[in-house]
T-cell receptor
Framework: GDSVTQMEGPVTLSEEAFLTINCTYT??????LFWYVQYPGEGLQLLLK?????DKGSNKGFEATYRKETTSFHLEKGSVQVSDSAVYFC???????????FGKGNQVVVIP | DAGITQSPRHKVTETGTPVTLRCHQT?????MYWYRQDPGHGLRLIHY???????DKGEVSDGYSVSRSKTEDFLLTLESATSSQTSVYFC?????????????FGQGTRLTVV
């Protein structure tokens, strides 16, 4: 079935470093793709989305481009801050009824 | 803020007891979802609802039931709690936007089964 795969393991980096989190998907057709962020003790919040191939979603300095040819939706930010420390989830819409399938998430820790 | 409230926020219960978690929304959304979040698994869909009294199973529905007797409330019941159901449970709604559909999440309920 439709699914997303995120790179394994937490990500630790220094403030102002470049962040990339990989996400690849398996799907029939061209589903909408999402990145959600979860700050400590909170629920998930939508960070950005893309609804068709070659779309670029962006928000708060984060970007991700819907790549049909590589079935990818990698998240990037050019200069991270300590406040970006959170768990990041890639997701895609599956089937009907607006359901979402999530990747396993990546813990990002930004060190001052 | 999509007006989603989960209750309780924290609960400790004993193995074998029934537990009900409540999700309340104030904006008349049609679709509601229950997910569980576990380390190494991300979020997994338990059950969802597409209208009053209309529900369906997600990928990890065994041991759970749901009810939606009115639009604003979606209840998740653990019929006989087990330690494997210790988790953080999130309710979500989906809302149609001009350029697609977005999901909004509640704050979560941390359930510990001892």
């Amino acid at each position: 079935g439709d699914s997303v795969t995120q790179m394994e393991g937490p990500v630790t980096l220094s403030e102002e470093a470049f962040l990339t989190i990989n996400c690849t998907y398996t799907a029939t057709g061209y589903p909408s793709l999402f990145w959600y962020v979860q700050y400590p003790g909170e629920g998930l919040q939508l960070l950005l989305k893309a609804t068709k191939a070659d779309d670029k979603g962006s928000n708060k300095g984060f970007e991700a481009t819907y790549r049909k040819e590589t079935t990818s939706f990698h998240l990037e930010k050019g200069s991270v801050q300590v406040s970006d420390s959170a768990v990041y989830f890639c997701a895609l819409r599956v089937g009907g009824n607006n359901r979402l399938a999530f990747g396993k998430g990546n813990q990002v820790v930004v060190i001052p | 803020d999509a007006g989603i409230t989960q209750s309780p926020r924290h609960k400790v219960t004993e193995t074998g007891t029934p537990v009900t978690l409540r999700c309340h929304q104030t904006e008349n959304h049609r679709y509601m979802y229950w997910y569980r979040q576990d380390p190494g698994h991300g979020l997994r869909l338990i059950h969802y609802s597409y209208g009053v009294k209309d529900t369906d199973k997600g990928e990890v529905s065994d041991g759970y039931s749901v009810s939606r007797s009115k639009t604003e409330d979606f209840l998740l019941t653990l019929e006989s709690a087990t330690s494997s159901q210790t988790s953080v449970y999130f309710c979500a709604i989906s809302e149609s936007k001009g350029d697609g559909t977005e999901a909004f999440f509640g704050q979560g309920t941390r359930l510990t089964v001892v």
